[in-house]
Structures are given as structure tokens and as C-alpha cells.
């Protein structure tokens, strides 16, 4: 239900709520904004005497659309003609532009799928709020009721005199109530209402300047004077040079600096080319031997998370909790354990890490240019660096060449802004692969512990999965760590089993401390959390002689979209139909932030090599309300292509706390040639739009593993599963 906005003009601009909205008319209204006090405040939307209709943008563009969603659902209330709509980026300010979905709580942060979710109600409430003083100003002005207004496409209609007037012609008229008018959930539009949501025919709008080259991103940005900056990056947060020969660097024409830094060595200069050359020159030894990051090995480091996992006094955290799973263990007929693995996870995001900076001659302001998931965190890190305010900084955001979340933490900012308060000049840092791939901020390197419990009759009656890992919210989110006494909102997702009808569940966490900058990865938690769960099942749906298909049907019996995407998928997959020979199908279910999707995956094993060959993938997810159709669609394509990686490939690895990949042919992503022909199905429902960009993820590779057990009886049991992990596993 949405809150009546009972709250006068001047309160209400300033309000740092979810339903923050004001707009502007014609430069008459920002004049009356700035007698409130409220020039420093942004607007949600603001029309102009053209019809021009320019939505203010909280969220990052990074592929997934939110340029023209979130643009659409302000629309969509507003009854705007979508031809008239642009955006613009909203400044820094989380105040008004935070995403107030629960994960954020007002956080000015695109990732996690939220985005959508998050602004839902802001946005319509904008729009709607909008419409409502365009209407009371015509009614005002023709002198009849407003009930007996409507509105079509930015154009208000008095049936029965016959009126319409554009809403660029209302502007030149119009007026800003002192008090703002009351918007409830009656007046918002119903789905059947729904002019511009839904429709199949509205293509996203960062599309053709991505199509054509015009599109710019951080990476593109050149400015009058501007000195580039290679940076070889120090192994590890910690790690000092110990000694450091620069002289031939120095050597390379075009280098004009060489600085030694606490993040790494720095390599000014005219050229890219200069200071890409410059930085092959340096000659560095590092001091590693502070801090526990020196001595991380991740191998061994994942055999000491098992042994601790196994440990029965160790500390464990509870996440998610239903009946008494101990006891229901110590008392069952029959119990199941079995363990599983992940390895750490790079980015691999299109673009490197970059950034452009100046700052002003008194070092206390700045400007930046890049692209980042949150314009707040980075004018925040920004600001920090110069001992002043998030205020003095000023964000120009760009498109994403790929997000996933290693764009969240702002460590390219914070060095540019370093650079450029030395050289008081421009300063373009740009990352090469190599130093991008150094300053890595993976997901996780996971150990799973997973029991199951069965009465005399077979049925299962207790879960328990224990997760051991570092905490990426330790990391990322130190602030809401604290706050939530050491839970990992980020990293411990997907542990829990809400939609599983298992009496007793226990789905708990212990903490590893080793150093490492991990971070949020595409589907967070739930991508290696779902693996083990989901292989987890299967394996119960073996031992209990049960099809896994009708083992989660039943399981979520009670829980009518879970079964719904489960039997969609079932259907397009065509489930009980027999295989060609040599290939076998494996399927998984995940819920992920209220959306539910579910993937089967049809499988071939080249036994010799240990190549899995994944040949078609079909998904079914259920995200509520969805605004775009076919963006929706390419979405859950996109994210299955992210998983086939990560399950079948994707590895880095540390040794002496150094990541030991250097470019992508040491760290192995997808290739064309193994992309499978995806099939999706997007199931719409009336419920509140809960979020597309990563449910793909989590099905994928519990999907595929399942299937090479179909095919060969044998369990993989640790991400990636690579060739050579799965030739290992058949000969074991």
C-alpha cells in the first residue's frame, strides 16, 4: 500500500523519503523552488514549453536497460507522449535519488537487480503527481471540474467542450501549488491502464548510439591538456615497494612522472601509448610480507576453509532458520551429506577500470568523469581523497562497458582524483587488462557443507547448508556490516530456501578473514549458494528414488509462481522426452529478491577431454510486472551466457596474495562457438516488478552439473567445471 503525501511544499522538496518528486515549469518554478530554499535540490521530472519531457536518472546505464525502464514508469503516469521523453543523470544526491528498495534503504547504487524494484514507486509517483497539477492548472485555467479532465499522451482533454491542450502549452501557464497534491494507490494507473509498460514495441533508448559508435563512455572522455596515467597496480591493499627503478622508464618519450604511491606505481604522460610503455619499463619488487594477504594461496586456502567447516565448534552465523534442524538431523532415519566448492570469480567487464579528473587549483573541488554504479560513492571516495565534501565534487556519469558490480567501489576515482590533486592538471587513468585484471575485486571463493535428513517413510525433514567464506558486505558494505552484527547481506544470498517445503532448515555462515577485495558479483551470493543447493537436491532426488522434476514440484506445492516457472520450463524443455544418445538434461530452480526462475540445461560430455558441451538451455523467470518484454528476454539471455562462464571456466587464482591470470588467455570466459541456443519464456504476473538483470545466473551451473550426473552418474562438485576438474572426476 502506498502512503497518502501529506506534507506541505517546502517539506515535501526536502523530504528524504522513497516518494522524493518535483518538477519544473518553464524556469518559473525553479525561481519559486530557489525562494523555498530548494535550488540545491534536484527534480524528478521536468517539462518543457516545447513538450520536451526530461526524466531525471538515479541509476547507472550498464547494458540492462534502466535508461529506458525506469524512464518508462515515470512516463506511464504521467500519460507523457514517449516521444517527447528523454533523461538526464541525477547529481549525487542519495538523499532524494537513493533507491529505497530493502537491500539499499536508500543508497544511491545500481546493482543487484533492484533497480526497477527499487524506484517503482518513486517514479510513478513522480509521474503521477506530475499529471495531477497539469490537470488542476487546465481546470483552473477553463474554469471546469477537474474530474472532468483526462488525459491522453501529453495532451489534456475536456470531453465535453471538446478542449485539448498539449502539455507543453499548459506549461506557459502553469502554476506550482503550495501545497503539493495528494497521490494514494487509487489513483495510480492499473496494469490494465497501461499505455507504455509491457509494450513489445518500445525499443530501449541506449540502443542505436550503441549501434552507430556514438555512445560514450568513461573510457572515451579526452579533455583540453589532459595527462594519461598507466598505474602498476600493487598486488594487494597492503603491499609496498620495496624498491623501485623508474629510469628507463623515464627514458620513454611522451612519460613526463613517474610517482610511487601507496596503490601502485603511477606512469604520467602524453600518450596512452607512452605510459602503457612506460609501465612495461618499471623495474618493482614488492614487500609482501605485512598483512595476511602476503601469504594467501588460494588452493590451500580452500582446503583450510573445509577443514574449518567441518569443525563442530567453530563460529558459525545463522542466516535462515525453520523449525530445528539439528534435532530433526540427530533424529532422522536416514541422512545425506555432501560438500561443494567454488573458485574466485573476476568481472571481466568489457571495459577496464578508468577515470578522468581535475581538480581545482585549491585542491578542495573536483570533477570527474567515468562510469560507476554509484555517482554517490564515487563523489564520496572523491571528496575524501581532498579532505572536502561530497558537494564540492561533480560526477559526469557515462555509460558502463560492464558493470557486475566491480563498478561499485570507486577505486579508479580515488586514484585519478590522487594524480590530478599532484599534477593540479587533467589526469585520464586508464587501466590496461593486466592491471585491471591485478586489481581485481572477485567473488568469493566458497566451501559448502550440505546435510539432508529423511523420516521412515523417505521424506526429507531436514536441510542444513553451511556456507564458509569471506564476507563480501565486510568488504564492500562495512557500515551495514556493523549494523547487522557481521551478517553478508551480499554474500550470503541465496543460502536461504523459502520456497522449499522442508519442515526444518537450517542455512548458516562461517566467516573467513584472508584479505581478499572480494566484492559483489552478477547474482551475488546466489550464484555459487544455488550451485551447491541445487546439486544438493539432486542428489536427494537420487537417494530418495525420486524424479528431480517432480522433487520440486512437490517441495513447492504450497508456493503457486515457484511451481509455475518450475512446470514452464519443464514444458519447454519437453522433460520427459528421451535425449539423443551421449546427451542428458539437468535442471534447477532459484529464487532470487522475489523473482523465481527455473533452468534445464541438455548436456554432452567428450569423455576424453573433459569438455562439457551445453546444447540448448531453456529458462523460465518470473519477475512480476515487466516493463520491458523484449529487454526482459535479453536479459535473462545475457545473464545464462554469464553463468555458462563462471560454471565451466572462470577461475583466478592467488598465490603469494598476487592474482597469477594476467589477461584472457590465463582467465577463460565464454567463447561464441559454445554459446548453446537459449530459450526464454518471461511469465507476467500483476505483482510489483522485482527485478530481471541476474536471475539468470543461479539455475545455470547446478543446471549443468546435474546433467553430467544424468549422463555419467558422477557429481561435480566444485566451480569452474573445467576440463581438466571434470577428466579428474570421471577417473576418481
Known amino acids: 500500500m502506498l502512503p497518502e503525501t ?37 527534480t524528478w521530472v521536468s517539462l518543457g514549453a516545447d513538450g520536451t519531457v526530461t526524466v531525471m536518472m538515479p541509476a547507472a546505464e550498464m547494458g540492462q536497460g534502466v535508461l529506458t525502464s525506469l524512464s518508462l514508469i515515470l512516463a506511464e503516469e504521467l500519460d507523457a507522449d514517449w516521444s517527447k521523453v528523454t533523461t538526464q543523470y541525477a547529481p549525487p544526491i542519495p538523499k532524494i535519488y537513493g533507491n529505497y528498495h530493502p537491500l539499499f534503504q536508500g543508497a544511491m547504487l545500481t546493482a543487484a537487480s533492484v533497480s526497477t524494484p527499487g524506484y517503482w514507486t518513486s517514479m510513478r509517483m513522480g509521474g503521477a503527481q506530475a499529471r495531477r497539477v497539469l490537470l488542476d492548472n487546465v481546470a483552473k485555467q477553463w474554469n471546469v471540474p477537474v474530474s472532468e479532465l483526462t488525459t491522453e499522451p501529453s495532451t489534456v482533454v475536456h470531453a465535453a467542450s471538446g478542449r485539448r491542450v498539449s502539455y507543453g502549452d499548459v506549461v506557459k501557464f502553469a502554476a506550482v501549488p503550495e501545497q503539493p497534491p495528494q497521490i494514494t494507490e487509487a489513483d495510480l494507473k492499473k496494469p490494465s491502464q497501461f499505455r507504455l509498460i509491457g509494450r513489445k514495441d518500445i525499443p530501449r533508448v541506449d540502443v542505436p548510439s550503441k549501434t552507430d559508435g556514438s555512445a560514450k563512455y568513461g573510457i572515451d572522455v579526452r579533455l583540453p591538456g589532459m595527462l594519461y596515467a598507466s598505474v602498476l597496480e600493487a598486488p594487494f591493499d597492503g603491499a609496498k615497494p620495496a624498491s623501485v627503478e623508474s629510469a628507463d622508464a623515464m627514458k620513454v618519450p611522451g612519460v613526463k612522472k613517474v610517482l610511487t604511491l601507496p596503490f601502485g606505481i603511477a606512469v604520467l604522460g602524453e600518450t596512452v601509448h607512452a605510459t602503457r610503455k612506460g609501465r612495461n619499463a618499471l623495474k618493482v619488487k614488492w614487500d609482501t610480507a605485512s598483512g595476511p594477504m602476503g601469504r594467501f594461496d588460494s588452493e590451500r586456502a580452500l582446503q583450510e576453509y573445509a577443514s574449518h567447516g567441518r569443525d563442530p565448534n567453530v563460529k558459525a552465523m545463522t542466516w535462515f532458520e525453520k523449525g530445528d534442524a539439528p534435532k530433526a538431523l540427530a533424529g532422522a532415519a536416514k541422512k545425506l551429506e555432501a560438500e561443494y566448492s567454488s573458485v574466485h570469480c573476476y568481472h571481466a567487464q568489457m571495459e577496464p577500470m578508468n577515470c578522468v579528473a581535475r581538480v581545482a587549483a585549491d585542491g578542495q573541488s573536483a570533477e570527474i568523469w567515468t562510469g560507476t554504479q ?59 587488462r593486466e592491471d585491471d585484471l591485478a586489481a581485481a575485486r572477485p567473488r568469493p571463493m566458497t566451501y559448502h557443507f550440505m546435510k539432508a535428513g529423511f523420516d521412515a517413510s523417505g521424506n526429507l525433514v531436514a536441510w542444513n547448508h553451511r556456507l564458509v567464506a569471506e564476507n563480501v558486505d565486510a568488504v564492500a558494505a562495512p557500515p551495514r556490516f556493523k549494523a547487522t552484527g557481521g551478517k553478508d547481506i551480499i554474500g550470503w544470498r541465496g543460502l536461504e530456501e523459502p520456497f522449499y517445503g522442508v519442515p526444518n532448515m537450517l542455512c548458516d555462515a562461517v566467516r573467513e578473514e584472508r584479505g581478499v577485495r572480494v566484492h559483489a558479483w552478477r547474482g551475488i551470493g546466489a550464484g555459487y549458494n544455488k550451485f551447491a543447493a541445487e546439486s544438493f537436491l539432486d542428489e536427494i532426488a537420487h537417494a530418495s528414488g525420486k524424479d528431480p522434476l517432480a522433487l520440486r514440484l512437490e517441495l513447492t506445492k504450497e508456493h503457486p509462481r515457484a511451481q509455475a516457472v518450475i512446470k514452464a520450463v519443464a514444458e519447454m524443455a519437453d522433460w520427459s522426452k528421451p535425449r539423443p544418445k551421449g546427451r542428458a538434461l539437468g535442471i534447477a530452480f532459484s529464487d532470487y529478491h522475489e523473482s523465481f526462475s527455473a533452468g534445464i540445461a541438455e548436456v554432452s560430455l567428450d569423455q576424453k577431454t573433459g569438455k562439457i558441451r551445453v546444447h540448448h538451455y531453456w529458462i523460465a523467470g518470473d519477475a512480476g510486472i515487466v516493463v520491458q518484454p523484449e529487454n526482459a528476454h535479453a536479459q535473462l539471455e545475457s545473464a545464462v551466457v554469464y553463468g555458462l562462464s563462471s560454471a565451466l571456466s572462470e577461475e583466478l587464482t592467488f598465490k603469494d596474495g598476487a592474482v597469477q591470470q594476467t589477461n584472457f588467455h590465463q582467465y ?33 551451473a547446478p543446471a549443468i552439473g546435474n546433467a553430467v550426473f544424468k549422463l555419467t552418474g558422477k557429481r561435480l562438485r566444485q566451480l569452474p567445471m573445467s576440463p581438466a576438474r571434470v577428466s579428474a572426476t570421471l577417473k576418481a
Not at 379 to 389: I, P
Not at 676 to 699: A, S
Open 668 to 700: 577463460q570466459v565464454l567463447r561464441m562457438s559454445d554459446v548453446p541456443e537459449i530459450h526464454t519464456r518471461v511469465i507476467v504476473t500483476d505483482h510489483p516488478p522485482t527485478g530481471l538483470g541476474e536471475l539468470g545466473v543461479p539455475t545455470v
Open 374 to 432: 554509484s555517482t554517490a560513492l564515487a563523489a564520496f571516495v572523491a571528496s575524501s581523497v581532498l579532505k572536502t565534501t561530497p558537494d564540492k565534487i561533480k560526477v559526469h556519469q557515462h555509460l558502463l562497458g560492464g558493470g557486475y558490480g566491480r563498478r561499485i567501489w570507486p577505486d579508479a576515482v580515488a586514484q585519478a582524483v590522487v594524480l590530478a590533486n599532484i599534477t593540479k592538471e587533467p589526469v585520464k587513468l586508464l587501466l590496461t
Open 6 to 42: 501529506r506534507i506541505s511544499r517546502r517539506g515535501f522538496l526536502k523530504t528524504a523519503g522513497a516518494l522524493t518528486f518535483s518538477f519544473t515549469f518553464a524556469g518559473r518554478a525553479t525561481q519559486a523552488l530557489a525562494q523555498e530554499g530548494a535550488s540545491k535540490f534536484n
